[in-house]
């Protein structure tokens, strides 16, 4: 569990409880969300307590839903034909776009 932080889910229900708490764990959130149901029946309703005190406790996260690096092979444009996909040659290509998260395609050489 090193690198993992406990954190609410930004775009979650309720709060985001449940969510951040599954994403921690590595489970479902429907699974963590049942687990919490049960455990407030079971309780006579005290884990509403600590669920609404975790609300104000907990930090919501920074990262919205999962992030993924997609970086396709191949792509082509109906406009530009092949276009090539890959990994930027100089140093200064990739600085121009660190904000972005992503690169974009570069148009075919007859295009530039």
């Known amino acids: 569990m090193v690198g993992r932080k406990l954190t609410r889910d930004a775009n979650a229900r309720l709060g985001g409880v449940c969510a951040g708490v599954a994403r921690y764990f590595g489970i479902d959130?429907?699974?963590a969300r049942i687990l919490v149901v049960a455990g407030t029946l079971l309780t006579g309703g005290l884990l509403v307590v600590a669920y609404v005190a975790l609300i104000f406790v907990l930090?919501?996260?920074s990262v919205s839903g999962d992030v993924f690096d997609v970086r396709p092979e191949s792509a082509s444009s109906?406009?530009?034909g092949p276009i090539d996909c890959s990994a930027p040659s100089s140093e200064s290509e990739r600085q121009t776009y660190v904000g972005v998260g992503h690169l974009p395609p570069?148009?075919?050489r007859?295009?530039?």
């Open 29 to 31: 959130p429907i699974v």
């Open 59 to 61: 930090p919501k996260s």
């Open 78 to 80: 109906e406009k530009y």
């Open 106 to 108: 570069k148009p075919p």
């Open 110 to 112: 007859s295009f530039r």
